[in-house]
RNA sequence: GGGUUGGUAGCUCAGCGGUAGAGCAGCGGCCUUUUAAGCCGUUGGUCCAGGGUUCAAAUCCCUGCCGACCCA
């Protein structure tokens, strides 16, 4: 960045001119035994630890100042929070008060004086002497709206820290978050582990690695795309209760739910199941509620702007559904049974309909709303130009109404447990299972209208995959423990005993999103070779012989989860991004 | 990859064919209990880049670059 900038420039002149009256602007020290917090403060007054007239000695940003002439109000903030310091000439003297007229908005300063109220009531600090700790040479965001790019608030997030409370607070909370969790693993005689990040053969997922080079070893590594297999050969160790809490990378595409990196948690309890797993996951998600957020109602901030959002969408509805109504022409009719296009705009009309009068949560309407959009959309013909405006205005409804969609509260009283097959069932129809594969495909492509989720090659699980990762996972805001998964899908856990198509795991889904999977992990060396050997399709140097080795030194029956801790944090502080609850997200380079 | 949308002062944004704007920040004044302090004055711009249309382009069109959201 070029330091032409008048702002910049004026600042250095303002830091030269502090040297020149022999004031060091960048300060090497402050004594931390007599500090006292800026909130800190504020509160002891509040809960009278400390009294009118008592000295303190504080230090922190300068976020805002009232200047009045020969007195100024400085606002001063730190980690704990705010406090204003009251500046008088008179007490401060002369040229001790003149060396404000050096200072900006995000400068440090130190402050002794004492504690008083104003005039107006605001617990404040009466200076009598400030020393300058470090000069700002470039101006802070705007003090109002804040910083609102979203890419400077990425790049630049310490921007996005000063200027933003409430991101400052999300950060603050998930730090919280991993502390309960250590705490929560450790009081249950878990081992905290650390294991290798760069390894040879990236196991315990179906995840694309990253690629890295050992200069002096002369061999590539992979980033790890789980911590499975090293924990579980720690079981073998003897370790019989482990967790690590670390890095993952996986070398997909980003979005709304996916950073190349992301933190997860796995913990592995030996002489345990899926069943040990699902009472873990259930208690510590409970003990962060509680403990950190003080409630076991997580409610998602509902957004202001509801009714002028669903009046868009009227609109836009009304605008597009002119080429529905004359489904006579041929542009529509010809693809579809006209009675099918006339149920799917009464449909589609009755819930947008309903969003006028209902007094139902905001969420529920527009998540109503927004499914039938997307049905109707489903309907259009994709060469027609004739059903290029409508496609444009439901297309533009739509993202009008996606915000909402994710307005929600999550309540963590109650975690429900529920099949697999059954949750397929409600969404597919109850005789789902009894069809022959090919009816399954064609229900799921044409009437389920999932055909842009389902590829060809797809086996016939992967296709009742689909229908349970579109249909019924973004359904299941509410806890809930999906079980007894078909064993196609988890080719690494043990068979149900109760049935044996289906396996010992678990899913919990919570906000919509898979939050924590939850396995009877497999001991059985023979068994895990010839899964592991199919998941490697053939390709043997994608085998990890030294884990299949451990096992065949005999690993303990164990139970094991992950838990995306990350995507915990979205659900549990309502932030709809994960680049929200990463410090540091990954953005394209510069 | 497709759709939608955005890029204008340090920050937040308005302007959408006819002289480049506001608030905040900055600078100069006034003011000793203000708090989005106030009042008076004032500095600050490659309107993302390049091409085109036009008497005239920040504004309309095309191409590109960089974002955001949604879909895949």
Redesign the pocket.
Same mark, same amino acid.
């Not at 900038?5 to 910049?8: A, F, G, K, R, Y």
């Given at each position: 960045m070029e330091d032409t900038?008048?702002?910049?420039e004026?600042?250095r002149t303002?830091l030269a001119a502090l040297a020149a009256k022999g004031i060091n602007p960048f300060m090497n020290k402050v004594s931390l035994k007599e500090l006292t917090g800026c909130g800190e403060a504020r509160a002891k007054f509040e809960r009278g630890e400390l009294v009118e007239s008592a000295s303190v000695a504080i230090a922190g940003r300068i976020t805002?100042?009232?200047?009045?002439?020969?007195?100024q109000?400085i606002?001063l903030k730190d980690v704990t929070g705010r406090v204003?310091v009251?500046a008088?000439?008179?007490?401060l003297g002369d040229e001790a008060f003149a060396l404000f007229?050096?200072l900006?908005?995000a400068d440090f300063i130190g402050v002794k004086g004492t504690m008083?109220?104003?005039?107006?009531?605001?617990i404040?600090i009466?200076a009598e002497s400030f020393t300058v700790l470090s000069k700002a040479l470039?101006?802070?965001?705007?003090?109002?709206?804040?910083?609102?790019?979203?890419?400077?608030?990425?790049r630049q997030r310490y921007l996005d820290l000063i200027?933003n409370d409430e991101v400052k607070r999300t950060f603050l909370l998930r730090s919280q978050i991993i502390r309960e969790i250590r705490t929560f693993f450790h009081e249950r005689g878990y081992v905290e582990v650390e294991t290798p990040i760069m390894q040879a053969i990236p196991g315990g997922a179906a995840a694309q690695p990253f690629k890295t080079h050992h200069n002096a070893l002369g061999c590539d590594f992979y980033m790890r795309i789980a911590l499975e297999l090293y924990l579980k050969r720690l079981l073998v160790g003897g370790l019989d209760k482990v967790f690590e809490i670390g890095r993952n990378f996986r070398n997909e595409? $980003? @979005?709304?739910k996916h950073n190349p990196e992301f933190t997860m948690l796995e913990a592995y309890e030996a002489y345990g199941d899926y069943e040990t797993m699902m009472e873990t996951v259930e208690s510590v998600v409970k003990r962060i509620a509680q403990n950190v957020l003080g409630s076991l109602v997580v409610r998602h901030q509902r957004r202001a702007e509801t009714e002028h959002a669903l009046k868009e969408v009227r609109l836009a509805f009304a605008e597009a559904t002119p080429f529905f109504i004359k489904s006579g022409e041929p542009s529509s009719a010809e693809l579809l049974p006209k009675d099918r296009i006339e149920a799917q705009i009464l449909a589609t009309q009755e819930a947008v309909d309903l969003a006028n009068l209902s007094k139902e949560e905001p969420s529920a309407i527009a998540m109503r709303v927004h499914g039938a959009i997307?049905a109707t959309l489903s309907l259009l013909p994709v060469d027609s130009e004739k059903a290029?405006l409508p496609?444009?205005r439901l297309?533009?409804a $739509? @993202?009008t109404l996606?915000?909402l969609t994710?307005e929600k509260v999550i309540d963590l009283t109650h975690w429900r447990r529920a099949r697999y097959k059954d949750l397929v069932c409600e969404k597919a129809g109850a005789d789902w299972f009894e069809l022959t594969p090919s009816e399954r495909r064609r229900r799921a492509t044409e009437d389920l209208k999932?055909s842009?989720?389902i590829a060809n090659g797809y086996e016939d699980f992967e296709v009742t995959g689909a229908v349970f990762e579109?249909l019924v996972e973004p359904t299941l805001i509410q806890p809930t423990f999906v079980t007894h998964l078909p064993k196609e899908l988890v080719p690494l856990a043990k068979l149900s005993p109760d049935d044996p198509t289906t396996v010992e795991v678990f899913e919990c889904c919570i906000n919509g999103q898979e939050i924590a999977p939850g396995y009877s992990e497999q001991n059985d060396p023979v068994a895990q070779r010839a899964a592991l050997e199919q998941q490697a399709g053939g390709e043997q140097q994608k085998l990890d012989e030294d884990f299949l080795t451990a096992l065949e030194h005999g690993m303990p029956p164990a139970g094991g989860i992950g838990i995306g801790i990350d995507r915990l944090c979205m659900m549990l502080l309502g932030q709809?991004?994960i680049?929200d609850v990463i410090l540091f997200?990954q953005?394209?380079?510069?």
């Open positions: 900038n008048s702002l910049i004026q600042r303002k805002a100042y009232r200047d009045m002439g020969k007195s109000f606002d204003q009251y008088q000439k008179q007490a007229s050096h900006d908005l008083f109220r104003t005039r107006t009531g605001e404040s009466k470039r101006p802070p965001p705007d003090k109002w709206d804040g910083l609102a790019d979203t890419e400077v608030r990425y200027a595409g $980003l @979005s709304r997307e290029e496609r444009r297309q533009s $739509l @993202s996606q915000p994710v999932l842009g989720d579109k709809e991004t680049r997200p953005l394209k380079p510069r």
